[in-house]
C-alpha cells in the first residue's frame, strides 16, 4: 500500500527559530512530491520535487529529495508568525490519473 | 477570476439526507479531484476524473457518488450510505498529461446533525 507519513505532526517553535519538517514515503512508481501549506482552507503550493539532491528555495522556505532514502524535507529559516499554518507532503505516482496521496500533515505554530 | 469555486462553504444537514457540494472551475483543466479532510488524517482521494463522462474511485469512495458532465463541474453527492460524512471536502483541479501541482478550491465543511 502506498503510504506517505510526515512527522513531527505538530510543532511549536518561537520567531526567528529555524524548523526542519519530514516526510518519508513508500510508494511504487514515484512521479514527484509536493509540498502545501494550508492556512485555513485551500492548500496553497509551495514546491515540487523529482530530482535528488537539488534544493528547491522560495525565500526562507527550501525543500530537498531524497530518492535514494525515500523522504524529502522542508525548511523554514528566521520563522514569523505568518508561518503558522499545517504543511501537508504529497507524492504523485504514475498510471494513476495524477492523484496525490498526502501525508497527515505537521501543524505548525509560531508564537511571537 | 480564474480559480475553483466550490459551495456552499458550510453545510449541514441530518442524518439519511443526500448532499451534492458544488465544485465549478474555469482553469480548462481536464482532471478533477474530491479529497476528504479529518483532523489528524491528512487529505485522503474519494473521486477523481481526468476526462469529460469518466471517473475513478479513489480510496475512499463508499458513501459518495459523482458525475462528470462538463469539464467545467465536478460535483460530489454524500449519501446516506456514507457511515460518517462529517467532515471538510475539498475539490482539486489538475492540468492534462497530469503534470505540476493540483489546485484547490476553498472547501466545503459538512456537518452531519
Known amino acids: 500500500e502506498d503510504k506517505v507519513v510526515q512527522s513531527p505532526l505538530s510543532l511549536v517553535v518561537h520567531e526567528g527559530d529555524t524548523v526542519t519538517l519530514n516526510c518519508s514515503y513508500e510508494?511504487?512508481?514515484?512521479?514527484?512530491l509536493l509540498w502545501y501549506k494550508q492556512e485555513k482552507k485551500a492548500p496553497t503550493f509551495l514546491f515540487m520535487l523529482?530530482?535528488?539532491?537539488i534544493e528547491k528555495k522560495s525565500g526562507r522556505l527550501s525543500s530537498i529529495l531524497d530518492k535514494k532514502e525515500l523522504f524529502s524535507i522542508l525548511n523554514i529559516t528566521a520563522t514569523q508568525t505568518g508561518d503558522s499554518a499545517v504543511y501537508l507532503c504529497?507524492?504523485?505516482?504514475?498510471?494513476?490519473?495524477?492523484?496525490?496521496?498526502f501525508g497527515q500533515g505537521t501543524e505548525l505554530s509560531v508564537k511571537p | 477570476d480564474g480559480g475553483i469555486t466550490q459551495s456552499p462553504k458550510y453545510l449541514f444537514r441530518k442524518e439519511g439526507q443526500n448532499v451534492t457540494l458544488s465544485c465549478e472551475q474555469n482553469?480548462?483543466?481536464?482532471?478533477m479531484y474530491w479529497y476528504r479532510q479529518d483532523p489528524g488524517q491528512g487529505l485522503r482521494l474519494i473521486y477523481y476524473?481526468?476526462?469529460?463522462?469518466?471517473?475513478q474511485k479513489g480510496d475512499i469512495a463508499e458513501g459518495y457518488s459523482v458525475s462528470r458532465e462538463k469539464k467545467e463541474s465536478f460535483p460530489l453527492t454524500v449519501t446516506s450510505a456514507q457511515k460518517n460524512p462529517t467532515a471538510f471536502y475539498l475539490c482539486?483541479?489538475?492540468?492534462?498529461?497530469?503534470?505540476?501541482?493540483?489546485?484547490f478550491g476553498e472547501g466545503s465543511r459538512l456537518t452531519v446533525l
Open positions: 476524473s481526468q476526462i469529460v463522462n469518466d471517473f
Open positions: 523529482t530530482s535528488s539532491g
Open positions: 510508494v511504487t512508481n514515484f512521479r514527484s
Open positions: 482553469l480548462n483543466h481536464d482532471a
Open positions: 504529497a507524492v504523485r505516482i504514475y498510471n494513476q490519473g495524477g492523484k496525490l496521496i
Open positions: 482539486a483541479t489538475g492540468r492534462l498529461q497530469n503534470t505540476g501541482e493540483l489546485f
